[in-house]
């Protein structure tokens, strides 16, 4: 009798727990609003790279108490796990219900919404916050399950995290919705660059300065690359494409300007550094610079 009270106050605790945690969710969730979500024959792929990330808050939290119990209570524990289970569809199909019904009654909510989301989740990839720049993404693909904008953040989120399975799986999705994404490209030149494959760092580079010509930082990435791979030519071209398109970004002068002094290609050392030193006179560097162009 005992140990029957027992589980019975281990099983209601449970029931508390868990209902606490939809309590504190569900007002969460119905400040959400989105688009009607179609269904296509990429849901499953979408869901699958979202289950990953979706119940950042949620999710762990519930896995750990489902696990505790199935280890430590046997037949109760799985009882419990399939309530928490249950709990999770119930939440999950709120959230379909809510957000579909909003996206319905105010479409212009819905935009302003993912722009600000979008602009605020790369506010926080920039300070290096992945936690809450994943949440803003997962935030945009639960109101628009085709916005590439946020699949390429997510994508960034586990590059900054050296996260390369997710990171390319997200990347992979952005390229079945959009083919010609330049922008999933020149990340995936940089994840295989990050991974050591410099050859097919450059393939994915070339693809995409092929497709997109005016983005400086793929120019940039690409004479990285090939300046590893020995491709010197190659690699000056790919470097002064970039300076042609930013000719004031000091990151770009500088890496011109390296490679010309690793190059010993001393009349492009000399024209970079006048250049740089236009672009960014303060730079300490300047001096130590000079001298060791002038030592060439």
Known sequence: MLVDWIALGIFGLCVVVCGVIIWRTLPKLASIRT???PRHQQEARK????????????GKFEASIALFFKKSFGILGRGIFQLIQKLRVMEREYRHKVITQQAVDDPEAVRSRIATSLAEGQAALIAEDYIKAEQ????VVSLDTKNIDAYLGLADVALGKKDYPNARE???FVLKLQQGSDAAYTRLGRLASSEGNLIEAEQDF????NLNAT????????????EKLGNLDKAQAAYEEAVKL???????????????ISAKRKALAETTLERLREANPENQKLPDLADTVKAL
């Open 47 to 58: 869901q699958q790279i979202l289950d990953q990330r979706l119940q950042v808050k949620l």
């Open 206 to 209: 070339m693809k995409s300065v």
């Open 246 to 260: 930013e000719s004031a970004n000091p990151k770009y002068l500088d890496a011109l300007l390296q490679f010309a």
């Open 35 to 37: 688009d009607a979500i």
């Open 136 to 139: 803003h993404f997962v935030d």
């Open 170 to 172: 997200a990347l992979q």
């Open 215 to 226: 983005t400086a930082s793929a120019h940039y990435d690409l004479g990285g690359v090939e």
